[in-house]
């Protein structure tokens, strides 16, 4: 019966979780370049403590109220209407954000009114449509210097930190565009900057359409990075170093590109940002904190988040789609915590035996790799050992094993060296003939042609008056034939070996015409025989030697006076 009072009591001291503020009504209305939205609460809304920020690529208008719920009946996802391509709530026990996708760039202005809140989207006006230039809104200062690394370090001081600045690439120039900033006549300046061998080669500042304009040139191989700290525009143009392979130097960025304009926006909202964009799970630490203004068009996302990372002295490690973020101090200092702890583990933990037979290596070479001298006894430097400062190991020559005492985590190290080392070596066959050979070779070949004709009495070919004179003989009768043809390259023998021939004749029906033909031909060839085969196998990377020769006994004398045996 004591048990429901206590329940009672207990529901009644626990805190009430609910938020204090709600948001119940959103009303959307629009006209030619203007779209409102109208938003009702439950309480007043301080526009002051409202976070916004913005993103250029897609366009993008993001509202955080903080302490403020969604009221039940609301519908998270609104329709698009004018200059609005859609609208979506969200929220979690510390804020309600309110997310407007624009269909193109706009310019939007908050008034609060009570329990009511006024939001106002227009069109991003034309530099033509741009009111008049505030005197007091002007640049009051330019630097150029060299980076340590050859990169281009140019910064513009703003009129503002509110100023709006659109950094962008046409071809192979960097233009920076501030509307609504004049520029001192002391400032304008078309300045050579080759000198400090850096990517870019000159930059010349001017006046633009009621505004200012910065023109970089660069030259050869560069990638840039633009980005607002304050009142300060920084453009970094870093020089990039073509690789053997068609890689370029320096970090290859690939994420997909987007714009980002901040303006004095929290660390952990442009994470945020990121985290909806890229669809990863990004963890930020405690110790994160802190406003950044940043202007980024056309970069991609890691690059962005790498930026952001630099400028506010962070790390991140990534597994898988989670990214923790931290200062680089508390990463650091996590990692060397944990290398600690591992330590104290392996101090603490438990020894295991195990023993390993090898097949192919000599135990005894393991020694030196376990840290144990040639007498077995350890030695004092073991700091290249395989061992712990805990282990043991016993080599048995005679077994040719291996017993080894220590952690889990060494064992299972040396398993997988001896998986590697304790292979059957290659091994190579070498084989070798030694013959005597009779280097007598020779082929002649050979071809004897006549021709004869006899016509109306005469005869010609090889009666030929011409023949003879030509060959220093006697010239024939006319009408008669010579014996011998007219071209004789008969082959000639060898060692006495007369060549074969074979002769064939063609006439025609009457004999009247004759071609002779006689071919000859001789081949000799020396003979050899094997005097020996030897062949000899190896390992890999040992010398092998092959001898032949004859023993030829013979007697010598000794110092005792009989006689014995030797062999050379």
């Not at 082959?491 to 006439?507: E, M, N, R």
Request: glycine residues 8%.
């Amino acid at each position: 019966m004591l048990r429901l009072p206590l329940l009672i009591v207990l529901a009644i001291a626990l805190p009430c979780t609910a938020l204090d503020n709600r948001l119940e009504a959103v009303r959307i209305q629009h006209d030619a370049s203007t779209t409102v939205l109208d938003l009702r609460f439950t309480q007043a809304v301080d526009a002051g403590r409202i976070g916004e920020f913005s993103t250029l690529a897609p366009p993008r208008l993001v509202l955080d109220f903080p302490q403020v719920e969604l009221a039940d009946g609301v519908d998270k996802r609104l329709p698009a209407s004018g200059i609005l391509s859609r609208a979506v709530l969200a929220g979690d026990q510390q804020r309600l954000r309110l997310q407007l996708d624009l269909k193109q760039a706009a310019t939007h202005l908050l008034q609060a009114d009570g329990r009511n809140l006024h939001i106002e989207l227009r069109e991003l006006r034309t530099p033509n449509d741009a009111p008049a230039t505030n005197p007091q809104q002007a640049v009051s200062g330019i630097d150029f210097r060299r980076g340590p690394t050859g990169e281009a370090k140019l910064s513009l001081e703003l009129p503002s930190a509110q100023s709006t600045v659109n950094v962008r690439q046409l071809g192979q120039q960097i233009v920076a565009d501030i509307p609504d900033a004049q520029l001192p006549a002391s400032l304008q300046r078309r300045l050579d900057v080759g000198d400090f061998a850096t990517p870019v080669a000159r930059y010349s500042v001017m006046r633009h359409e009621g505004g200012t304009r910065l023109v970089i040139e660069p030259q050869g191989l560069w990638r840039y990075n633009a980005y607002q700290a304050g009142r300060r525009l920084l453009i970094d143009v870093i020089p990039v170093t073509p690789s053997p392979h068609g890689i370029t130097g320096g970090r290859d960025y690939r994420g997909e590109k987007l714009s980002l304009n901040f303006q004095n926006i929290e660390v952990r909202a442009a994470l945020q940002v990121l985290a909806d964009f890229t669809g990863l799970n990004i963890i930020a630490s405690d110790a994160v904190g802190g406003q950044l203004s940043l202007r980024l068009k056309d970069v991609p996302w890691d690059q962005a988040l790498d930026i952001i990372m630099q400028a506010r002295g962070l790390d991140m490690r990534r597994n898988g789609d989670i990214v923790w973020v931290a200062p680089r101090e508390e990463m650091l200092a996590r990692e060397r915590q944990a290398l600690e702890q591992k330590a104290m583990i392996a101090e603490l933990e438990p020894l295991q035996a195990e023993v390993f037979q090898l097949n192919y290596q000599r135990a005894d070479a393991f020694r030196r790799v376990f840290g144990i001298g040639d007498d077995g006894t350890v030695l004092a430097e073991r700091r290249n050992a395989l061992l712990s400062r805990r282990g043991s190991a016993v080599v048995d020559v005679r077994t040719n094993q291996l017993f080894v005492t220590d952690t889990m985590a060494v064992l299972a190290n040396i398993r997988k060296l001896l998986e590697r080392v304790d292979i059957a070596a290659r091994q190579v066959l070498i084989e070798a003939r030694i013959v005597e050979a009779d280097d007598s070779f020779g082929r002649n070949l050979g071809i004897k042609l006549g021709l004869s004709a006899k016509t109306n009495g005469a005869a010609i070919g090889n009666s030929y008056a011409g023949v003879g004179e030509l060959s220093g003989q006697t010239p024939p009768a006319p009408g008669t034939y010579l014996k011998e043809p007219a071209v004789n390259l008969q082959a000639q023998a060898i060692d006495g070996v007369a060549p074969g021939s074979f002769a064939f004749t063609l006439f025609n029906a009457a004999a009247r015409r004759f071609l002779n033909v006689e071919l000859s031909a001789l081949e000799t060839e020396g003979r050899g025989k094997i005097v020996s085969s030897p062949r000899v196998i190896t390992a890999d990377q040992q010398a092998a030697l092959i001898e032949q020769g004859e023993e030829i006994p013979y007697q010598q004398s000794t110092s005792s006076g009989a006689t014995a045996t030797a062999f050379n």
